[in-house]
Structure formats: structure tokens, C-alpha cells
């Protein structure tokens, strides 16, 4: 006989519960009017263009001004994104929200616990985003290696960097790839970051000889910043010696370009000494060891 009545204060309590519980959504929503409405598409719209013209702007601001400021002027990006953005929602939800201290309370609360469950990775990336403004791993212009992806920074967003690599390949990467990768980063802001260019030479090459000419060939490069060292290092292999030339280009945009000049200035030099490349068998190439 006691059923009957467990049921019904059951009933009764969850009833009570959704009537609690649209008061408290009565009392959070203001008035939605069609003008409100019409005010909301409006800030969304200024927002985005205002967010496209000064990305646009700046850019064309870092390309024009001194090369020791290009860098410095791109990676204020995402702070005037972040205002912008943070902006556009203030005034959203004063359109439409009593924003009360309670009425705050409420809102953070139950939006963090439903985020935290339907959009964890998203809110995850735009966490590890917000920290990586002040923390600063990467930025606009750094020249950045993240697992297998390497190239230069080209955008900064909420959810994740945008990377354009040496194929010309635009890659998409989440910003919490801080969590779990390592992230190599050339230049850290710098205009320069280090390149170096490899060469193989037979066993007899003059060791000493190969390196007075590459020190020649960096220091007479038009990309090679003098201000900074220039080295080389020699390794023994197997099936020959390794040379690699370590310098830095003026600027890191010229990584490639770079590369190259010193790639075939050198091998012109070499060919007029009279050195000679290692010739690998197939199991030679097996066997080496780097």
C-alpha cells in the first residue's frame, strides 16, 4: 500500500524540479525581441569582418615595415583576435542574459560541465591555446617541427596553428598537441634560425680542405647573417665522411633558398678540387649507420 504514495511524492518532487528549474531559465533569458535579434547578427557580422580586416591589416603591415619587426607585428594576431572574439560574447550575452553574480555563477557552471563532457578534445585545444599566448611554444613566423609536421607558422586561432610546410602543403594542427608531443621550434621568434646543409665526401677528401671551403661558401652567401657563428662539424661513416655546414640565413624565410646556394656553391668548389662522392652498393647503403 505504500507504493501508491513513494510514486507520488516522486512525481511530485521531480515536477517540482522542472518548475525550479524553468523559473530559474525565466529569470536568466531576457525579452527576445526581434530587434535583439537583428542586434545579435549584427555583432556577429562586425565581429567577423573587424577580426578579417585586421588580420589582413596587420599582415600587410609586417611585410612593409622593418624585417626586424615583421615577426613582432604578426604575433600580435591572436591578441587581437582573443579581444575581438571576447568582445563579440560580452555583448551577446548582455542581449540576452540577466547577468546577475548568481545568474554568472550558473551560466560557468553549466557550461563548463557540458562542455567538459560533449566537446572535451575542442575545449581542451582552446585551453592549451589561451596558455600558449603567455607560454609562447610557437608563434606566427616560428619555423616549428610537431611530430612529423615541419614548416613555418602561418595563423594562430582558438582551436589550433596553421602550418605551411616545404611542399607548400598547409597542415591544420590542434593546439593540444602541447599536452602530448614534443614541439621543436628554430627560431622561437627570432628573423634567423640555424640551417644545416650536409655533405658527402669520400674517405681521402682533404678534411681540412672541404672545411676552409665551406666556411668560404657560408660567409660569401647573401643570405648568411654574418653577425651570427658559422660551423662545421665532421663525422666519419662507413662509406665516407659527413660534413655538415651549420649557419644562419638572414631570414628564416629563406631556409630553402638558402640551402641551395650553399648546396651548389659548394659542389662547384669541390668539383674543381677534384673530389669525388662516396659510391654506395646497395648493401652499403644497408649497412651504414646514418
Known amino acids: ?24 531559465a525565466k529569470d536568466l533569458l531576457t525579452e527576445i525581441t526581434l530587434i535583439k535579434v537583428v542586434e545579435a547578427i549584427v555583432i556577429v557580422i562586425v565581429a567577423f569582418a573587424l577580426t578579417k580586416l585586421l588580420d589582413r591589416f596587420l ?11 615583421r615577426l613582432r607585428v ?5 591578441f587581437v583576435r582573443m579581444l575581438v572574439l571576447t568582445s563579440a560574447i560580452v555583448l551577446l550575452l548582455n542581449r ?24 572535451k578534445d575542442y575545449v581542451s585545444s582552446i585551453i592549451a591555446g589561451l596558455l600558449g599566448l603567455f607560454e609562447a611554444p610557437y608563434q606566427i613566423g616560428d619555423r616549428i617541427k610537431i611530430g612529423e609536421d615541419y614548416g613555418e607558422v602561418m595563423s594562430y586561432g582558438l582551436r589550433g596553428l596553421r602550418l605551411r610546410t616545404p611542399n607548400d602543403d598547409i597542415v591544420s594542427i590542434p ?3 602541447i599536452w602530448t608531443e614534443a614541439i621543436s621550434n628554430a627560431n622561437m621568434g627570432s628573423l634567423e634560425a640555424q640551417v644545416t646543409t650536409s655533405f658527402y665526401l669520400e674517405h681521402y677528401a682533404d678534411s681540412e680542405q672541404v672545411r676552409n671551403i665551406l666556411y668560404r661558401v657560408a660567409q660569401t652567401s647573401r643570405y648568411t647573417q654574418l653577425k651570427l657563428p658559422i660551423a662545421v662539424v665532421i663525422e666519419e661513416k662507413i662509406w665516407g665522411t ?15 633558398d638558402y640551402k641551395t646556394d650553399l648546396t651548389l656553391r659548394a659542389k662547384k ?17 644497408e649497412n651504414a649507420d646514418g
Open 269 to 285: 668548389k669541390f668539383r674543381e678540387c677534384g673530389f669525388s662522392y662516396p659510391n654506395l652498393t646497395a648493401m652499403d647503403l
Open 242 to 256: 659527413l660534413f655538415k655546414l651549420k649557419a644562419y640565413p638572414i631570414d628564416a624565410r629563406n631556409e630553402f
Open 74 to 78: 604578426k604575433q600580435f594576431v591572436p
Open 1 to 24: 500500500m505504500g507504493f501508491p504514495k513513494v510514486s507520488f511524492y516522486l512525481a511530485q518532487s521531480v515536477g517540482d524540479s522542472a518548475q525550479e528549474t524553468a523559473e530559474q
Open 96 to 119: 540576452f542574459l540577466n547577468l546577475s553574480q548568481q545568474n554568472v555563477l550558473a551560466i560557468t557552471g553549466t557550461v563548463a560541465l557540458a562542455l567538459g563532457f560533449a566537446f
Open 59 to 69: 599582415f600587410w603591415i609586417s611585410e612593409r615595415i622593418a624585417k626586424e619587426w
Open 175 to 177: 593546439h593540444n598537441k
